[in-house]
Structures are given as structure tokens and as C-alpha cells.
């Protein structure tokens, strides 16, 4: 590179405008970073409500399986606030039963015995079958998942007849907490994806909790580190447009009229924010940029209840396939400096989180009505631990767009970060890289796209 600092003008402001901010600084890149709302961090964003209390834009696990996370915060030392629970996980039912999938500290795949012997509700029959359906997984292991794409995961499970209880009780919130949408819409590339990554990866599925805020572990230390650096970062700035000149971008269009330039840019968007701001004259010139339309964005609930006493003391996340809480945990044990409510200590009783899903046939009802659906959900899980429970606050977060909704055929859409145009760059979940759209998804497609971008400086220097 030359001794002239090249600029790049990041549109969006999450985790993966965030992360790919750290990068391009730490190669010697100038840096802005427009971001359209007050705070940062995207769909991974936590800020505080009037009250005090740290609100989040949902239930944000840490799967082992992130390493891509895991080592940029240990550039900006942060690693230290990831608390690693138990590897089990744990399915609530209505009628207050539950199931346990623990796993052992064996090589892959005799770690996930007790899962399939020791469960308490499947039968051996049923996870034999489930067993047996997984063997061309087994023999083709990465390779095995990207052919099933055309189909949902529904009717790949139907096809491998290992029954409907199954599908219902542990995959349907699997699936929900993934991505948000039911086995009978998302691709099975999806689910088989994961089962793989868990089958091959011992420690892929254990999951950590932040023992704060995002804001304060993960946001604004990576703020702090590229400002220190030279970057800039401006909040409330609307990207309206992309200019395009027939053969690169020549600069970008902001709402209140002013016009950025740089060397480079990177659209570091949601799916549904990138597709507004691309002009036609773009995705006319390209099929790259055309074929983006067909990629949708998931409406995504998420609610906090305080309840008056402890319900449960897990200290880990937890599933149920039964009511609208197909993820949720307990802050008030997973997250330490989340145990107050309104500034005041909050101990020994009940702060859950959830996500609320499928959102889409809920997202028209009033936040009284979504917790009613929520708490009730609680009271089926707990008859006996939340008999008499009181509601001491609730609070709810709804976003109409959120992850690209992986449904069958929607692979072949998906963008590499790099694009026909030598000055435009892509990050974001929804593009092509491991984990899809989530936490490790939003640091490796930005890490792709800074090493595109630089690949890019590189060549024009030799």
C-alpha cells in the first residue's frame, strides 16, 4: 500500500461495520463509519430504557463454534466477559416437563452419546432413526448440507421418516432460534449445516452469555480502538443512495442532501437497507446486484419480564417447543450486571429474556398482548414455579427486518463480499461465509471484505 492513507466509508454500523472498521484501521485505511440510528451495533444493539435498565435487540447466545468472534475480542480484551455455561441443552414443555441433550468430553462424535442414549424423552428408536438419517452427513460432512437447499427442513425429515415428534419438539425451536422461521420455511441447508458443525465440532454447541451489555463489551471498545486509530464514526446520517456512474461508485447520497466520497466503499447493511439504497441503474448493470431483491428480511420479536420470585435457576439458555418463546433465558442468573431492576439490585428472582417466534402473525398486536402470549407460555413451562407470580415490569422490542430469511433456493443469492465493481464491497450475515446471518456471521463476512478491499489496494499499487 502506499504511504497515502486510502478511505473507506462504511454505511451501517453493527457488529459486522464495527468489526470491519477495527480491521481497516489496523491495515492503515482511513475510516468512517455512518450509522442511521443514535446507538451502534445493529441487530446485536443493547442500550439503556428510562428506567435503567439495559434493554437488548434480543437473546444474544455465544456459540463456541465463533472463533472469528471470540479472536477479535481479544484484540480489544474483552474476551474475559464471555461466562461459558454448562454444554447441555434444555427443552422446557408445557405441563412443566423438560429434556436435556448433555454432551461428553470425548472426541466427535462419542461426545454426543448421552445426547441420543441418556435424553429422558426420545425414545432409542426414535434417535436411532433420527441417527440413521444423519449418515450422509456423516460420510459427506460440509459437503452434504448445500444439496439439500430446495428443500425445507420439514420435508427433508420427512423424506428421512424419523418421525414427527421429533420435528416438533427439537427442531422446531431450533429452528426458531436460529433464523427466526419454522422447519416448514426454512432450508434444511440451515439445520443440516449446524447438526454438522455440532457433530464434527465438539464445543460448537456450548453456549456463553456477555456477563454485561453489548454496548459496554463489544460495541464500544471496538469504537474506542479504530476512533484511537483515526476513525471516524457519525450516528443519526441516512444513506439515501448509492451514486453509480455506469462503471464504480462515485459517492454516496445522504438524506439531507450532502455528498461523501471515498477510495472505497463498504455497505455493511441489513439485506432490506442495502436493497434500498442500491439505485436501479446498479442492479440493471449487474445480475449480482439484481438477483438482491429476492433475499427477504424476518420480522423478529423480543420481551424482557421481571417476575417477583425465581421461576427457574438455570444458568443457561433454554429452549421450548410449546407457545412463543421458542429461545429465552434467565438474565438475572446468565448475566451478572443484568440483576437490577430500576437501578435497584435484582436478586434471587426472575429477569427473562426471550425471543418471541414465528413474529410475523404477532408483529400487529400491542405489547400487552404479546406479553399476555409470553407470560402465559411461562405459566405452561412452570405451572408450579410461577403459580402466583407477579409481573414486576416487561418490556419489548419489535423489529419489522431483521436477518434475510433463509427459505429454500435463497443460497444462490447470496453475495460474496467482494462485487463486480472494484470500489464496492459488501459485509453483513446475509452474505456468503460459515455461520450466516448472527454474531460470528457479522465478523467473518467482515473480514472477508477487509481482505477483498485490501487485495483490491494491493493490485492497483502493483
Known sequence: MSSEKKSVLILGGGLAGLAAAKRLTDKGFQVKVLEKREIFGGKVSSWKDEEGDWIESGTHCFFGAYKVLYDLMKEIKTDHAVLWKEHKLTYTLAGGGHFTFKTWDLPSPLHLLPAIARNGYFTLGEMAAFSKSLIPLALKKDKYAPTQDHLTFTEWAEQKKFGKRLLDKMFRPMALALKFIPPEEISAKIILDVTETFYRIPDSSRMGFLKGAPQEYLHQPLIDYSTSKGAVFKN????????????????????????????????????????????????????????????????????????????????????????VIPVYANLARTTPEYRTLRGVPFNSKTRFEFCVAPARNLMALTKEEIIRLVDQSVRN?????????????????????SVYAPTPFMEQYRPTQSTPLRNLFIAGGFSQQLYYDSMGGAVMSANLAVDSIVKEESMKNN
Open 381 to 401: 413451562c412452570y405451572p408450579e414455579a410461577a403459580s402466583g407470580a407477579q409481573i414486576l415490569k416487561a418490556t419489548m422490542v419489535k423489529i419489522p427486518h
Open 236 to 323: 443519526r446520517t441516512v444513506v439515501e443512495e448509492l451514486l453509480f456512474d455506469g462503471g464504480e461508485i462515485k459517492g454516496v447520497q445522504l438524506r439531507n442532501g450532502e455528498i461523501l466520497t471515498a477510495d472505497y466503499y463498504l455497505c455493511a447493511l441489513p439485506i432490506h437497507n442495502l436493497n434500498r439504497i442500491l439505485p436501479d441503474s446498479l442492479k440493471k448493470h449487474d445480475r449480482f446486484f439484481g438477483v438482491l431483491d429476492n433475499l427477504d428480511a424476518v420480522p423478529v420479536i423480543s420481551a424482557q419480564i421481571w417476575y417477583d420470585r425465581e421461576i427457574t435457576p438455570a444458568d443457561n439458555v433454554l429452549f421450548s417447543p410449546d407457545g
